[in-house]
């Protein structure tokens, strides 16, 4: 997705976002979750209480600063153990998401269809009407909610990020190609229809405000996109509610038994995607902008049970279950402009395996 807006966004101020942290010595391991009351507030472990590698922290913080990093987390068991910022990036200043945030577009699809007001399994058309693509009509009926989740709308991913009409063109049939395209944007107009709200009301209501993601906004692109833009710590708070597979500190969010559709494979033909989410440890994977099937796993270097938001120039939310870990990473592209996965991922969780291996 383009990213290209007014300098003024990147640093608007989000309350509860402060870099000052309260030291934690209680090394109970059970899940904690930042308050919700606006403060700055959140617990922390350090290296040494987790029994890590002191020496390998130098040497990760030289490389996130080398490849352009802005802002880098780990938290354990919802406990902070690194909060590094860069570049002049700080607590309160604002990023984009670019791709990585699909998720929350997945996540809040889900949410709608909890509460009745969707069927996944229904055609997109059932929603927001038919027109909304320049695919012959029968083909277009074809194209349901499940399809632009996983993406299989069949339509033409050459055409870049517009999702006007005009720009959605058929190449074949919804469910026999995988294709990352923009299109899942109409997800969001999906909800808004349904739900008689604007998509970004729905969305901080059933969202953003139960994970206390305070602040941040959705920016609309002239390609017809939104792009959600946040502090490093939001970010950090949606990936401890997707480590805890959609509930926030006993309250559920989104149901278990959809948000372990979000992070299995969720069709035939790319192994290594769900709902919007990236899968790693699968026997082979597409990528975007690409027809050709690789084998392997997108991460060779990074844990086989990790899921990923992955976006545009290298923002990432990757979320460990076994190891009960999110790291979050915000900033400008590693190296090349990227659409999602980059050789900077599978260097830098050698650099994060250091920590404790």
Same mark, same amino acid.
């Given at each position: ?21 309260? !030291? ?5 391991? %059970? ?10 507030? +959140? ?55 670019? %791709? ?13 269809? *909890? ?22 009509? @029968? ?13 299989? !709308? ?23 190609? +995988? ?8 997800? *969001? ?8 709200? %604007? ?77 919007? +989410?990236?899968?790693?440890?699968? %026997? ?8 050709? *099937? ?47 996965? !980059? ?5 830098? +969780? *050698?650099?994060?395996? @250091?920590?404790?291996?």
């Amino acid at each position: 997705m383009k990213n290209h807006f007014p300098l003024l966004l990147l640093s608007f101020f989000i309350f509860g976002c402060s870099s000052d942290k309260n !030291s934690n010595s209680n090394t109970d391991d %059970s899940m904690y979750f930042p308050p919700n009351d606006g403060s700055a507030t +959140w617990e922390t472990k350090s290296i040494s209480d987790l029994g890590w590698n002191a020496n390998a922290v130098q040497p990760l913080l030289d490389y996130l600063q080398l490849k352009n990093t802005k802002s880098f987390m780990i938290l354990v068991n919802g406990r902070i153990v690194m909060e590094n910022y860069f570049n002049g990036h700080s607590a309160t200043t604002a990023w984009y998401w670019a %791709s990585a945030g699909k998720t929350l577009t997945a996540t809040v699809t889900g949410i709608a269809e *909890q509460e009745g007001f969707i069927d996944t399994n229904n055609k997109v058309s059932n929603y927001i009407g038919t027109g909304w693509t320049s695919a012959p009509l @029968a083909k277009e009926n074809l194209i349901t909610c499940k399809h632009l989740l996983t993406m299989t !709308s069949g339509l033409d991913d050459a055409l870049g990020d517009d999702v006007s009409p005009a720009n959605l063109q058929y190449v074949s049939d919804a469910g026999t190609r +995988w294709a990352y395209h923009n299109v899942y944007v109409k997800l *969001q107009d999906v909800v808004a229809q349904v739900t008689g709200q %604007s998509w970004t009301n729905y969305f901080n209501t059933k969202l953003r405000d139960k994970l206390g993601m305070t602040g941040g906004l959705w920016v609309n692109g002239t390609d017809g996109t939104r792009t959600y833009w946040s502090t490093t710590r939001n970010m950090a708070r949606f990936g401890l509610m997707a480590l805890n597979k959609g509930k926030w500190n006993g309250t559920t969010v989104i149901n278990e038994s959809y948000f372990n559709l979000e992070t299995t494979t969720s069709q035939a033909i790319n192994q290594s995607y769900g709902y919007l +989410w990236w899968l790693n440890g699968k %026997s082979s994977y597409h990528l975007p902008q690409s027809q050709f *099937q690789f084998n392997g796993n997108i991460i060779p270097s990074g844990p086989s049970d990790m899921y990923a938001a992955l976006g545009k120039n290298d923002q990432k939310i990757y979320v460990i279950p076994s190891k009960k870990m999110v790291v979050i990473r915000m900033g400008e592209a590693a190296d090349t402009v990227n659409m999602a996965l !980059s050789d900077f991922d599978n260097v830098l +969780w *050698q650099k994060i395996n @250091a920590l404790y291996q």
